[in-house]
RNA sequence: GCUCCCUUCGUCUAGCGGUUAGGACAUCGCCCUCUCAAGGCGGGAACACGGGUUCGAGUCCCGUAGGGAGCGCCA
């Protein structure tokens, strides 16, 4: 039997973290298995579901790249076959028409609540009913009085549920709409589904799936109900917990197996290890090694780990990524250096794109004047010699490397007897106008020969109207 | 309220009857150093509680507490 596992998000909104976590984790144990990954967009809801957001869902896959293996499954496309099952379902009293009226129920569940019992239909219509005028009937599921049900899970291993505390429940509403937890289990059965891997809010509903199953004659798939992801204060995870949209990360200058490898550790884990490749998830997921308890979502580890995507990445591949956020604060990466030399110089000391296209800013853009803090106590009459002798070395350099221009500066340091540290920060003033950028040799060659020349000028220009000042 | 699930450092976790309870993020200190970082070294920090079972429990069982989920003509 090969495996089978889908994805089943409500194109309701975008993609959360805790839905790319699930998916992910379908996507790994189909990969690892040599199994099918499919996606299965459940828009029964006609009320909340938009196409919008399932494209939002699937450019979030992309992105993440966990592309579907089969084209996706839309639910409002099978319309006609849920009709079909519940008709047979009828046919054979497994299910019938509920005429009760919303009033009733409403009022039902008051009193069970009040009375301390878990709310519940009745069952007012399971023994046939009367047709009432004006009224289409809801359908019910029959489900069994008696009896237990047993869910075999892959990670929280057996549970037992009684039948009694299950009720009849609505599997078509009364506009004719098949409703969820009878649409899974059809679609699960009809795509041949053979794990189903889902957040653990839907253990309590695996029994009535189970009783749906057997009244289909259908053998239930194997279950596997991953925790959940809560906010940092361990509540649900929402909208106040800052981001939690998947393509909000990508914005932000998070890299997608950064944040991969961020959720896959988010209960799961192999030893002690951290960083994983794409292809090491695949080779070592297990959903043995899946954990049962709910974790709680933490920025400061994803950007670390994201820091580590960054350090380590290929330069090509992350300046390619890098020139959208260079583009958002106005500048022109066609006009500056290859962006890969920028990765280059900055991937140590940035955690997101977004910083990097930040701490990039003294390459595209001049300043209006030097850091005045900075300017005081670098840019000093003292200095001017050094600057001017750097000045003219870089002007009459022979390659434009960061190497070439590293020996450069050593070079003249040396020459005039000066440490490093006295004539790196004077440079680094006068080319980015502040005192914080990447190493001096980096930041020199990031800027140009011709801009770097220029804003020596600059200082040196600085430095003597200073000087004449002070006289 | 009822049912189900869960419980190791602040956080993510390793542990699958005998461990000085390990790693990672964060934090603190030191080193390195041209700024900022990165990096190296080191420190503090956990088995929710109470009963059992056992020669021996973080590991098994039962309670308690706490947290989560479900109880819709949402998915």
Known sequence: MTVRTRFAPSPTGYLHIGGARTALFCWLYARRHGGTFVLRIEDTDRERSTEASVQVILDAMEWLQMQPDEE????????????????????????????????????????????????????????????????????????????????????????????????????????????????????????????????????????????????????????????????????????????????????????????????????????????????EMVALFDLADVNKAASRFNDEKLTWLNQQYIKHGDPDELGAQLVPFLQALGFDSASGPDPADIVRVQHDRVATLAEMAEASRFIYESFDEFDPKAAKKHLRPVIREALADVRARLADLADWTADEINAAIHASAESLELKMGKVAQPIRVAVTGGPVSPSIDGTVYLVGRETAVARLDRALAFIDARSAAER
């Open 72 to 279: 996706p499954v839309y639910q409002t496309d099978r319309f006609d076959r849920y009709g079909e099952i519940i008709e047979q379902l009828l046919a054979q009293d497994k299910a019938y028409p509920c005429y009760c009226s919303r009033e009733r129920l409403d009022q039902l569940r008051e009193q069970q609540q009040a009375a301390g019992i878990k709310p519940r239909y009745d069952g007012h219509c399971r023994g046939g009913s009367r047709p009432v005028d004006g009224v289409t009937p809801v359908i019910r599921f029959a489900s069994p009085l008696s009896g237990e049900v047993l869910v075999e899970d892959l990670v929280h291993g057996r549970t037992v549920f009684t039948n009694d505390e299950l009720d009849d429940l609505i599997i078509r509403r009364s506009d004719g709409h098949p409703t969820y937890n009878f649409t899974v289990v059809v679609d699960d059965i009809d795509m041949e589904i053979t794990h189903v891997i889902r957040g653990d809010d839907h253990l309590n509903n695996t029994p009535r799936q189970i009783n749906i199953y057997h009244a289909l004659g259908a053998t239930p798939p194997q279950f596997a109900h991953l925790p959940m992801i809560l906010g940092s204060d361990g509540s649900r995870l929402s909208k106040r917990h800052g981001a939690v949209n998947v393509l909000e990360y990508r914005d932000q200058g998070f890299l997608a197996d950064a944040l991969l490898n961020y959720l896959v550790r988010l209960g799961w884990s192999h030893g002690d290890q951290e960083v994983f490749s794409r292809k």
